[in-house]
């Protein structure tokens, strides 16, 4: 009887989720991948679907009406079920594990099977993320009374954070509040972090513990990472993923003061709490009303690429968010080579704006030709379909490289290898 792993990546813009038959017990080999189905734009309807079975593209669809994540799941949940040519999902009950992205784990290291303590935990954290522990929790719910074989375990974003030193971490704050409301910088995107750091380990075959690379995954939300000897050293996002690069409606990082100055309501609840979350409207303008969205209207950086700088950008709108974007990117490349004693394996671009935008990648490395970076166009424009490509131009003194960053694929690993953590009792 086949081992299904049900790998639940739920973003702030999508869901993506991966069908995984476990490798058998004993063997180390990686977890198969039978299917993955994607549903984006979730921030920028209509959403649509893209599904692939094997190496096959099966389905490329609009879907109208899928506004969240939790219809998101459901609809590629019973999506999988009836597909005929994924026999392996026919029998729910073969569906042993389900993996689930949580961004905001607090202070947890390490990942945990959701019982009622983790998903209480999960949900006195949502306050602190508000684009994605609330809404990871309605799958976590939605799969408890649609599979409950299945046993749940929460990957969080934040673990891979947790070896960031204290000063680097801590805020210039009274220590007594930072200690008791633990107030604190935790990082996040870190499950896609781990991807990358073992992807980029494995193609310059250095071994992760002496491994420095600057990775940037740039998606709906963008963080940037200095990872020296394989962990996380510093990173962009901080007490929330709300702080550093702005991302497809947020802000990122921005002076303080400036929400006393945008509206003097700023600091009263906002009308979109819910009984899992309770932010301000404040909160609110900076998380769901600001960054692309704001400056331009469009929630799609590829939008904002292919107009920036063309007849279609009359008033120049596109060319600001573009040029922001690298602006505020160079804002850590440069500061993380400094961080790394300019010893620095490569550059890494993940995410799927680091991914697709091949303007931005060009012109992000243009601003640190000083540093030694270098791409070729060609290379640039063609990444061809590895996991990790290296885009550098011959003789640039610092590598950079693409990875095609899968963080269902990182926590289906995860499962595997601690199995016997997770076996129900
Ligand atoms: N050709 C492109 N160039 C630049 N960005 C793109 C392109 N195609 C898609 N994107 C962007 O990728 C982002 C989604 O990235 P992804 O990492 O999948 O998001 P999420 O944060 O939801 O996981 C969207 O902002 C989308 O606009
Ligand atoms: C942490 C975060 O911002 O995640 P995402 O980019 O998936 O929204
Ligand atoms: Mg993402």
Same mark, same amino acid.
């Given at each position: 009887m086949p081992e299904i792993i049900l790998s639940i990546n739920a973003g702030s813009s999508s869901v993506k989720i991966s069908v995984y038959k476990a490798p058998s017990a004993g063997t180390n080999h990686d977890p198969t991948q039978l299917a993955e189905a994607v549903i984006s734009g979730l921030t920028a309807p209509p959403a649509s679907l893209k599904y692939t079975r094997g190496d096959e593209k099966v389905d490329d669809k609009s879907l109208d009406g899928i506004k969240s994540q939790e219809e998101a799941f459901r609809y590629i949940l019973d999506f999988l079920v009836k597909d005929k040519g994924l026999p392996e999902m026919g029998k729910i009950e073969d569906i042993h594990f389900t993996s689930h992205r949580v961004v905001h784990g607090g202070g947890y290291e390490r990942s945990q099977v959701i019982d009622k303590e983790t998903y209480d935990r999960i949900e006195e954290l949502s306050d602190l993320a508000p684009l994605h522990n609330a809404p990871a929790l309605t799958i976590v719910k939605a799969v408890s009374s649609l599979l409950p074989h299945a046993t749940n375990i929460a990957y969080f974003d934040s673990s891979f954070h947790s070896t960031i030193p204290a000063h680097i971490h801590a805020? @210039? /704050? &009274?220590p007594v509040v930072a200690k008791k409301n633990k107030l604190r910088k935790y990082g996040f995107h870190g499950i896609s972090y781990a991807f990358i750091t073992h992807a980029v380990s494995k193609y310059l075959q250095k071994p992760a513990s002496e491994l420095n690379i600057i990775a940037l995954h740039l998606g709906s939300g963008a963080s940037a990472c200095c990872i020296k000897n394989g962990h996380s050293f510093d990173t962009s996002m901080g007490l929330t993923p709300l702080a550093g690069l702005p991302g497809a409606t947020r802000s990122g *990082? /921005? &002076? @303080? *003061?400036?929400m006393f100055h945008f509206t003097h309501s700023a600091g009263k609840p906002s009308r979109s709490s819910s009984e899992h979350m309770h932010i301000t409207q404040a909160e609110e303008i900076l998380n769901k009303n600001s960054g692309w969205k704001a400056l331009t209207g469009t929630t799609d950086f590829g939008v904002i690429s292919n107009k920036a700088g063309t007849d279609e950008d009359k008033d120049g709108t596109y060319s600001l968010a573009f040029d922001l974007f690298v602006d505020r990117i160079l804002n850590y490349v440069g500061p993380y080579f400094v961080k790394l004693d300019g010893k620095v394996d490569a550059l890494v671009f993940a995410g799927g704006i680091g991914e697709k935008g091949v303007k931005l990648r060009a012109m992000v490395v243009e601003g640190v030709r000083c540093l030694g970076f270098e791409v070729d166009e060609g290379r640039n424009e063609k990444l061809g379909g590895d996991v990790v490509v290296d885009i550098s131009k011959?003789?640039?003194?610092f590598k950079t490289l693409v990875c095609r960053t899968d963080e269902q694929l990182e926590m289906a690993r995860g499962v595997v290898e601690e199995r016997g953590r997770f076996e129900r009792k």
């Open positions: 805020y @210039p /704050i &009274d *990082s /921005i &002076d @303080p *003061s400036l011959e003789g640039a003194r």
